[in-house]
């Protein structure tokens, strides 16, 4: 089955900084490539997704690249703010319905 | 739109109890929802998938008679922790497909505690 590895486990960056986040994955048919942010005790947040058809995705302060002959996608947040302190988490699948998460990334952005 | 909720947010219950936790979709018809647990600081464990009208499918080492599930209708999941232990006590979390392109969107929790 896909296996997810992501890093680091631990982020710590000042407001106002970048903060990368990097995933690698094993199957070289994964398709869809999510990123959710999970706030203390609450739900998955899916903050942005990227398919295999397109190298990168931006969203405001947030996009994801992909580079599928790697197999790895990042996760970039330019100009962090307090508010985006929380866990966030790759995922990987051929298709949205069958996900493998990564480990997580506990990001702590500091004033 | 993709709006997933859960019932209850947070139950405690004697060992030897039955727990259901209700999965709905409010704004979208969803074929197919998903059943994760989360260890604290851990990442999701996927314990099986749910399909409407059919029978969950389970994934490897998820104990199919402890952990019922009923998706009898496009926005309603049921998981049910039959018997419950200590053990099992963990945040359970649903999620939902929303197709057109696909993505899946997941419901605020449940923590279960069994003392």
């Known amino acids: 089955g896909e296996n997810v590895e992501q890093h680091p486990s631990t982020l710590s960056v000042q407001e106002g900084d970048s903060a990368v986040i990097k995933c690698t994955y094993s199957?070289?048919?994964?398709?869809?490539f999510p990123w959710y942010k999970q706030e203390l005790g609450k739900r998955p947040q899916l903050i942005i997704d990227?398919?295999?058809?397109?190298g990168e995705k931006k969203d405001q302060r947030i996009a994801v690249t992909l580079n599928k002959t790697a197999k790895h996608f990042s996760l970039h947040i330019t100009e962090t703010q307090p508010e985006d302190s929380a866990v966030y988490f790759c995922a990987s699948g051929r298709t949205a319905s069958k996900l493998t998460f990564g480990t997580g990334t506990r990001l702590q952005v500091t004033l | 739109g993709a709006v997933v909720s859960q019932h209850p947010s947070w139950v405690i219950c004697k060992s030897g109890t039955s727990v259901k936790i209700e999965c709905r979709s409010l704004d979208f018809q969803a074929t197919t929802m998903f059943w994760y647990r989360q260890f604290p600081k851990q990442s999701l464990m996927l314990m099986a998938t749910?399909?409407?009208?059919?029978?969950?499918?389970?994934e490897q080492g998820v104990e199919k008679d402890k952990f019922l599930i009923n998706h009898a209708s496009l926005t309603l999941s049921t998981l049910t922790v039959t018997s419950a232990h200590p053990e099992d006590s963990s945040f359970y979390i649903c999620?939902?497909?929303?197709?057109?392109?696909?993505?899946?969107?997941f419901g605020p929790g449940t923590r279960l505690t069994v003392l």
């Open positions: 990227i398919r295999s058809n397109v």
């Open positions: 749910s399909n409407e009208g059919s029978k969950a499918t389970y």
């Open positions: 999620s939902a497909i929303l197709a057109g392109p696909e993505q899946q969107f």
């Open positions: 199957d070289s048919a994964s398709n869809y």
